[in-house]
């Protein structure tokens, strides 16, 4: 399936530090699987063989840099201006991109200068208007951030950095589509994409571990928790918010607003491989690594058991295309419950990220995706959509058309 051997590192300099607490975050409490003197911060040597070995490991010519956290701000900016210096280093005549998801809250005039000089992608995490976003973006003393983000958010644009802004569904924030999406335009927002929140109740394995969330399924031998948090969106609720979401937007601001969920969907009506790993068929070629060089399976898979290697000590060409790495990979469609195997919708949605397939099929299989009922609903009501945009692209005609031909259809039904 991946001929041209293609993988995506994510990169957390900072590991999982961060300046916030915010509530639903599941990256911040893997400090517990460090020793507790660490000090998460990326080395010269660590940074400079990560980068090197990345650039010859890719076979295309535009090669794209990922930096997460926690939050890499922490790093401080000489910390970035090394790693474009050591990029232009290793480059040998391939293009370089960066992309750097951040909360906004320690951005300056000279951070998005540095952005914008040197074409940094920002993804910038913002949830919605100050009484969605506060309720669980919050700094180390409990305090809100939504000033802060929104100061953020001001210099970006100020700059001219391109960036977009990812916001987290949670069970409240999934009653409010509208006020969220009306917010972001209100913010003259062009590109979106919206992450839904599922997390579970720690269970006996991550209590072990010190942590607060539970382990992915099948992590352990052990039954699979299927208790969730109080944050986490309702099985059906994250679906009614696509829905709300895309009959607005398909409605009023197609071509004006870029939702990425959307441009998702029509990748797949198209027939292309998914641009993301939740709806590929296979994963296993979007692997994370800490700010020590180790590398492991997954961003939700950051655990000892998933360890692949380390950048400084091994070949990653030779740890993405393990054994351990490829059955990994492979194990999302192998283990689909039937009902998954004869969905109508499969198609575009291959039971999405393995993380969130934790229940029990009505037939009693294991493996059926939390989000199962959404996805079913979300897809099935765009799919109309879909298939004429599809047709407009195919007639090399602009997709915004599909407004006034829904509109002509309804009429001549009535």
């Known amino acids: 399936m991946y001929k041209d051997n293609s993988f ?8 999982p530090l961060c300046n916030l607490d915010c509530k639903y975050c599941f990256y911040t409490e893997k400090e517990a699987l460090f020793p507790k003197n660490t000090t998460f911060q990326m080395t010269d040597a660590v940074l400079e063989m990560y980068i090197k070995k990345y650039i010859a490991s890719q076979k295309t010519l535009e090669i794209v840099f990922a930096w997460q956290g926690g939050e890499p701000t922490l790093m401080g900016l000489d910390f970035f201006k090394k790693v474009v210096s050591l990029q232009d280093k290793y480059a040998n005549g391939k293009k370089i991109a960066n992309t750097f998801q951040t909360n906004g809250t320690l951005l300056n ?23 969605i976003h506060d309720a669980y973006r919050v700094d180390c003393g409990g305090k809100p951030t939504f000033n802060q983000v929104m100061k953020g958010l001001s210099l970006l644009k100020k700059h001219g950095v391109e960036f977009n802004i990812l ?9 409010k589509p509208l006020e969220i999406y009306n917010f972001f ?27 607060r969330h539970a382990t992915p399924p099948s ?27 895309f009959d607005e937007w398909i409605q009023k601001d197609i071509g004006l607003v870029y939702i990425m969920n959307f441009e998702w969907a029509l990748a797949a009506w198209m027939g292309i491989p998914s641009p993301v790993c939740i709806f590929s068929e296979e994963c296993g070629r979007a692997v994370a690594m800490e700010h020590n060089g180790d590398v492991y399976a997954c961003d939700h898979y950051v655990y000892p058991e998933y360890q692949l290697g380390n950048i400084a000590t091994d070949n990653l060409e030779n740890m993405i295309n393990s054994q351990f790495q490829l059955d990994f990979g492979k194990k999302k469609e192998h283990t689909l419950p ?9 198609f575009a949605c291959h039971g999405e990220c393995p993380k969130h397939r934790f229940l029990l099929s009505d037939e009693g299989e294991p493996g059926l995706n939390y989000l199962c009922t959404s996805y079913k ?7 109309p959509y879909m298939k004429i ?14 407004t006034s031909i829904i509109k002509r259809q309804r009429v001549s039904e009535v």
């Open 338 to 346: 039937n009902v998954c195997k004869n969905c109508e919708v499969r």
């Open 389 to 402: 945009m599809k047709r407009l692209l195919q007639e090399g005609l602009p997709v915004s058309l599909v």
């Open 377 to 383: 609903n979300y897809f099935k009501h765009i799919s």
């Open 8 to 15: 995506h590192i994510l990169a957390k300099p900072a590991g």
């Open 167 to 175: 916001a987290c569904v949670t069970k409240q924030a999934s009653y």
């Open 219 to 245: 992590l352990y031998k052990e039954e699979s928790q299927k208790v969730v948090t109080s944050w986490t969106v309702e099985p059906a609720a994250y679906g009614s918010f696509l829905i709300e979401v």
């Open 109 to 131: 005039d000279e951070w998005c200068e540095f952005f914008a000089s040197n074409k940094f992608l920002v993804g910038l995490s913002l949830d919605g208007p100050e009484h």
């Open 185 to 211: 335009k209100e913010q003259d927002i062009q590109f979106i994409q919206f992450i839904p929140i599922v997390e579970r109740e720690a269970n006996k394995s991550t209590l072990e571990l010190a942590l």
